[in-house]
């Protein structure tokens, strides 16, 4: 096992041993019941965590669209409400924001753990009224992945607010199959994507990961777990990747696979690499796709 994915498993350890005891009972919200892989792969990494650390499964399970507050409240009368991680904590994903700001204003008498997310707002009023609501909560431990989203997370509520990294190293290394292709390159096609970058060369046929392979079981662990092979097994596809995506990133070291990493949007890639992951010799790092031809070729991320 490399020592970033070691580093990473140790940190999170830590992360939930100081968040909840053995044979306690708690809440696990906003389950990502949509076909994004990296979601799925969170969800499944703060499970095994949880489960380690409690031997319990959770309590309560919700997704953004179904939070019951009352049946939250009898399910787990008195643990833990975790809010699943991720990169939604900010304005560009609405429904996932509203949830937390629900859960944050309803259940002030409970210990919410916000597990590891990416903070971004565009919108300034925005961020002003979830800093009233973070500040204004009695027991919040707000934990980040990057430092820029630490900076933001510390003006919000201080030292309860702390740096950690994504919950998907949980998952440990995974076994890949056989190349079929020299190059696969994994490109979001949705908010984050950054739209004035000119695009790959034909050759790279960009492919991305939004779409559900049917039918899916209806256990919400077992959905989470198909959805994360399903990426495993498309990233597998390429003796080399380029990504966009963090998770693209996140997966493919967890497979060994060698890659280039272009950013999202807003810097959410190359900031969660710079605090976890530039010391990997398998990734490099190109700002256009003009320089993804000459990252690719350094020798540190040769296989």
Not at 10 to 27: C, M, N
Not at 195 to 212: I, N, Q, Y
Request: with cysteine.
């Amino acid at each position: 096992m490399s020592d970033v994915i070691t580093a990473q498993r140790s940190a999170l350890d830590a992360l939930y041993r100081a968040a909840i005891g053995p044979g306690e009972q708690y809440a696990l919200l906003d389950f990502p019941d949509h076909p994004n892989v990296g979601d799925s792969a969170i969800w499944l990494g703060e499970c095994a965590m949880l489960r380690a650390v409690t031997g319990n499964d959770p309590a309560y399970v919700s997704t953004w669209h179904d939070f019951d507050e009352a049946a939250l409240r009898r399910a787990c009368p008195d643990g833990v409400v975790f809010l699943h991680g991720g990169g939604n904590l900010g304005d560009i994903w609405p429904h996932h924001q509203r949830l937390r700001e629900t859960v944050l204003t309803r259940m002030r008498d409970r210990r919410v753990v916000q597990l590891p997310q990416s903070i971004h707002f565009d919108d300034p009023a925005a961020a002003a009224r979830f800093a009233h609501i973070a500040a204004a909560h009695p027991d919040l431990t707000l934990y980040v992945r990057d430092r820029p989203s630490l900076a933001t997370a510390q003006a919000f509520v201080g030292a309860h607010a702390a740096l950690a990294p994504d919950s998907a190293f949980a998952l440990g290394p995974q076994p890949r199959s056989a190349a079929d292709r020299p190059l696969l390159a994994l490109l979001r096609t949705d908010a984050e994507r950054v739209a004035d970058r000119a695009g790959p060369p034909a050759e790279a046929a960009p492919v991305d990961w939004l779409e559900d392979d049917e039918p899916l079981p209806d256990d919400r662990l077992q959905r989470a777990a198909a959805r994360v092979a399903r990426g495993l097994a498309l990233l597998s596809r390429g003796e080399r990747i380029v990504t966009d995506r963090l998770h693209g990133h996140i997966l493919a070291l967890l497979l060994g696979i060698p890659h280039v990493v272009l950013d999202n949007s807003y810097g959410k890639v190359g900031a969660y690499i710079d605090a976890w992951t530039a010391g990997s010799p398998l990734v490099a790092r190109a700002a256009s796709w003009a320089e993804v031809a000459d990252a690719a070729a350094r020798p540190r991320i040769a296989a």
